[in-house]
């Protein structure tokens, strides 16, 4: 699965406008803001439950539906796939049809699930159970269920580091630039991969806010600092140490021939020993390991090259959200697929994710990670953030800026990083002072 780094738990989703049809189109069966109707009635009937997993529709998902029908043999569940996941639903949308259970897209705004999703309950409910309900939650009422969460950090190979006389997690970005240069000096490996041509793997820098400086409120106070990227704050200080990884001939020769699919395999072989990525990605890369006949017990998962007092601390968030089509006949039978999937099913330890629920343990292959004493650090929404992001033009999760550091960093544009951030903050302090 090419699955992008949805929380990418920092990511910042663009703005789309769905057209206002969409959003009156639930009828005198519209609930009142914070109640739920899908607990009233047994569940039955046929639902249809979109997902982006392409790759398991056929063999995983299959098994979930056979115990899910043998709990609840009044409903039957079909599924479909899209390859192209939020175009195909943003599109569908427009209309009543978007299945019954489907993940939210990221370009629906969050002010907008009213119109569009079943209410599943009050965020001092569910919060009691979940993580991550903020994520989905409008005036205290919350419309989707993750799928699981993303922590966030790097993944690695430990062949690699043990090879450069790497023994332990570096704890400063100072002692994350000299590890890389180990790399460089004693291995044939790529210290660093940049991902720069396929792009959505270059917003990591925007995925560790939160990690230098402990505050779960980061993303929230960011979008109302008018120069976020001033030397020592932390926006700085996290797309700097992107920009100077490059500087230093820490990544790859040229970044324009770089290949997300191909960099698994790299990494899994050891030909590369550092990808910044959600650790969504970390059953990928052993599994690409495994393809390759290497030992998928060598890519390992770190914390953020960095202390706050001492602790390492991972950004976490939810992934897609489940929610249920507000127009759907079969609400009951789609919020117990919800609550199944979320309670029941073990997804979360099959892509090997933080569940859902607050008192389940991290998959085995988090393990070695939380052994560091990695602090878990859920971070407050922020939708204006977005708003800003917007207004500015820059797109904290998209490639283009990032793409820009690094052309700049390896002197290919001519210009400084002190240029780029000095723009950065004439745009995003103007579209602070238009927002309010």
């Given at each position: ?7 990418r ?9 769905l ?9 005198d069966a ?7 109707t ?7 009937g ?17 098994d979930?539906?056979?115990?899910f ?15 192209d ?16 259970v489907?993940?939210?897209p ?8 009213p ?104 993303l ?13 704050k ?12 490059v ?21 899994g ?11 969504w990605?970390?059953a ?18 770190m ?21 249920i089509n507000?127009n ?20 979360s ?56 550091l ?26 602070v002072?238009?927002?309010?």
């Amino acid at each position: 699965m090419s699955h992008s780094p949805r929380i990418r738990l920092a990511a910042v989703a663009a703005s789309v406008a769905l057209l206002a049809m969409a959003g009156c189109s639930g009828g005198d069966a519209t609930p009142e803001p914070g109640s739920s109707t899908t607990g009233a009635e047994t569940p039955s009937g046929e639902i249809l439950v979109l997902t982006n997993r392409t790759d398991i529709v056929d063999t995983t998902f299959q098994d979930y539906k056979k115990t899910f029908e043998a709990k609840y043999p009044d409903v039957k569940v079909k599924f479909e796939a899209l390859t192209d996941y939020e175009g195909e639903v943003k599109t569908r949308m427009n209309t009543k049809e978007y299945g019954d259970v489907l993940l939210i897209p990221s370009t629906v705004q969050q002010a907008d699930y009213p119109d569009f999703f079943e209410p599943l309950g009050t965020t001092d409910e569910l919060g009691k159970t979940y993580r991550f309900i903020n994520e989905a939650a409008v005036d205290g009422t919350v419309y989707g269920i993750a799928t699981f969460g993303n922590a966030n950090g790097m993944v690695y190979n430990k062949d690699v580091f043990k090879a450069a006389g790497i023994t332990e997690m570096p704890k400063t970005s100072e002692e994350f630039m000299a590890d890389l240069q180990a790399v460089k000096d004693k291995t044939d490996a790529i210290p660093l991969y940049t991902n720069y041509k396929d792009g959505w793997p270059l917003g990591w820098p925007q995925s560790l806010m939160g990690s230098v400086s402990g505050d779960a409120e980061a993303l929230v106070k960011m979008a109302d600092d008018k120069s976020p990227w001033d030397d020592g704050k932390e926006k700085a200080t996290l797309d700097s140490m992107l920009f100077d990884v490059v500087k230093a001939g820490l990544t790859e020769q040229d970044p324009t021939t770089t290949n997300w699919e191909n960099s698994k395999n790299l990494i899994g072989t050891g030909k590369i020993a550092v990808m910044p990525l959600g650790t969504w990605a970390l059953a990928q890369m052993q599994e690409a390991a495994t393809k390759a006949g290497a030992d998928p017990k060598s890519i390992g998962y770190m914390p953020p090259p960095v202390q706050v007092d001492g602790t390492f601390v991972s950004p976490i968030g939810g992934d897609f959200k489940m929610a249920i089509n507000i127009n759907s006949e079969h609400k009951a039978a789609a919020r117990a697929w919800i609550d199944w999937m979320g309670n029941e099913s073990g997804y979360s330890d099959e892509v090997g994710g933080l569940s859902p629920l607050i008192d389940h343990p991290a998959p085995t292959a988090l393990k070695e990670f939380e052994a560091t004493g990695v602090k878990y650090l859920e971070m407050t929404p922020a939708p204006k953030l977005s708003t800003v992001d917007n207004k500015a033009e820059i797109g904290l999760s998209s490639p283009d800026y990032y793409r820009e550091l690094v052309d700049a960093a390896r002197g290919a544009s001519g210009k400084s990083k002190e240029d780029i951030f000095k723009s950065l903050n004439e745009k995003w302090g103007a579209a602070v002072e238009s927002v309010g």
